[in-house]
């Protein structure tokens, strides 16, 4: 209770002492004029209508607990893809920067004896020629 408590005193400063105060910057449960809350998505003209609604539709209960619990599965779940997904990218960069040191390696490497051999085939194919 206390931590909500000093979550409201922190949105009513930011509110009387930001001119530039946008509700959906401050509360991730607000967003676009409606209620985030799982399963919810109640519409609110005004920031104060949405914070009478949480106190009104979201108190603590087996419901609100069960919806709680869902979206700490969601998180948990993409937390864990976003692990895959790091993973993937991260394999992905490392193999275009081990391909592009091979490429270098056999361009330094390699070119100068393929350009020597072609220019001895085309000195040999001319000498034919003559």
């Known amino acids: 209770k206390e931590r909500l408590s000093n979550e409201s005193e922190r949105l009513k400063h930011d509110m009387e002492n930001n001119e530039t105060f946008q509700p959906s910057n401050v509360h991730p449960l607000f967003t676009s004029g409606k209620c985030q809350w799982i399963g919810c998505e109640t519409h609110c003209q005004t920031f104060h209508g949405f914070l009478h609604h949480l106190q009104r539709d979201h108190q603590l209960s087996e419901r609100s607990a069960a919806q709680t619990k869902v979206q ?17 990218l991260v394999a992905m960069v490392e193999h275009l920067k081990a391909s592009e040191a091979e490429q270098k390696f056999h361009r330094e490497k390699f070119e100068p004896v393929q350009l020597f051999m072609l220019q001895r085939h085309l000195e040999a194919d001319h000498a034919a020629k003559s």
Not at 72 to 88: I, W
């Open 72 to 88: 700490m599965q969601m998180v948990d779940q993409l937390e864990k893809q976003v692990v895959k997904e790091k993973a993937r």
